[in-house]
């Protein structure tokens, strides 16, 4: 078999030494979850996903365990350079969570990267930081979204100042270099 002709390479940024926080609990959604959180690792950086529990197996809507390395109780905000908030069912429950909210409230007061897909936003809306940001999500929560102070985009992606934000699966790959961007730009 011959080899397939060379391609245009593209650097990858190097994300060596960025630590970033990912939340996880029941029917979160699988795709969400795990594909920036392997971008993320193939980056350099490390990922610590925080659950309700720490040592638990969570599963996604697909059927796909995740195991928490912590509770999202005992992290804090400032051993990590962004945030990643997968959407599912998952951010209806931990929205929910004092702790959540108050983390989330710490990356933003910081400025440090927020990144929220789909169902995922409703995590930020209920931290009270959507406030005159523009965000795209599922079409499920733009109602909310709006409603939060949030101004709606439907596209990919949407980046405004730390937040980054996408509406669905398809959306990963954009989703995925934008959060990638930010976290190197920030280092």
């Known amino acids: 078999m011959d080899a397939l002709p060379p391609t245009e390479h593209v650097s ?3 994300l060596s030494g960025v630590r970033v926080l990912a939340f996880v609990g029941e029917i979160y959604e699988d795709l969400e979850l795990w594909y920036p959180k392997l971008r993320l690792i193939e980056a350099g950086a490390e990922v610590l996903v925080a659950g309700p529990e720490a ?3 969570y599963q996604g809507k697909l059927g796909y365990p995740c195991v928490s390395d912590a509770a999202i109780s005992d992290v804090s905000s400032g051993d990590f350079h962004g945030l990643l908030v997968p959407g599912g069912f998952m ?3 931990l929205r929910r969570d004092r702790d ?11 400025g440090k990267p927020i990144a929220a897909i789909c169902h ?3 995590i930020p809306i209920s931290a009270g930081v959507y406030q005159g940001v523009r965000v795209t999500g599922s079409p499920g929560i733009r109602d909310d979204l709006t409603n939060a102070g949030a101004v709606f985009e439907d596209a990919a992606v949407v980046v405004d100042r730390h937040h980054v934000s996408s509406r669905r699966p398809d959306d990963l790959p954009d989703f995925c270099r934008q959060f ?4 190197a730009a920030g280092r």
Do not use: T
Not at 100 to 109: K, M, Q, S, T, Y
Not at 180 to 183: E, F, K, P
């Open 100 to 110: 959540v909210l108050r983390l989330v409230g710490e990356f933003d007061a910081a």
């Open 12 to 14: 990858p940024i190097s």
């Open 180 to 183: 990638l961007a930010l976290l």
């Open 120 to 122: 995922g936003g409703w």
């Open 55 to 57: 040592g638990q197996s």
């Open 91 to 93: 951010p209806d429950k």
